[in-house]
């Protein structure tokens, strides 16, 4: 498995500090949220894909709402990690399985998950919410990993 960081910092490179003070902290962080998600669907993302595993947190909306503007008419499975996940996957009228249900030996084309924080390094700290676990066993199903970090 690879694994891939995705991040909205292209996004904001062309924003002044005077405008970063000025907008609403809130509309700011999701815009970040939502730029780094529709960049990671735009290069790791492909509709001829098979079986995309969708993490947990506030990031992943965004994401499967970007998979569900270039995957129109989609045949792809959908291997949520959690309650949340499978909700937005499910009201954009996407197909969602159990993890329990994928194939043995079926390896996810790519997986897309959030983190809390990332560092300098991309070091990435994930929450150690209820997801967690099927977070993990999504990750190591996956050919390609990719965490979306909104700043």
């Not at 998600?37 to 001829?48: C, G, I, K, L, T």
């Amino acid at each position: 498995m690879s694994a891939e960081l995705a991040t909205s910092a292209p996004h904001l490179k062309d924003t002044t500090a005077a405008q970063v003070q000025t907008s609403d902290p809130t509309a700011l962080i999701e815009s970040a949220k939502k730029a780094a998600a529709q960049r990671a669907v735009d290069e790791y993302f492909d509709v001829s894909m098979r079986w995309v595993g969708i993490g947990s947190g506030t990031t992943i909306q965004y994401v499967v709402e970007a998979i569900k503007e270039k995957a129109k008419d989609s045949h792809i499975l959908f291997v949520p990690t959690g309650f949340q996940s499978r909700n937005e996957i499910e009201k954009r009228g996407l197909i969602a399985i159990d993890f329990s249900s994928l194939p043995e030996n079926t390896l996810l084309d790519v997986a897309f998950d959030g983190a809390d924080e990332v560092d300098e390094e991309f070091n990435c700290i994930k929450g150690g919410g209820a997801c967690l676990f099927q977070e993990k066993l999504v990750a190591m199903r996956a050919k390609k990993f990719v965490c979306v970090a909104g700043s």
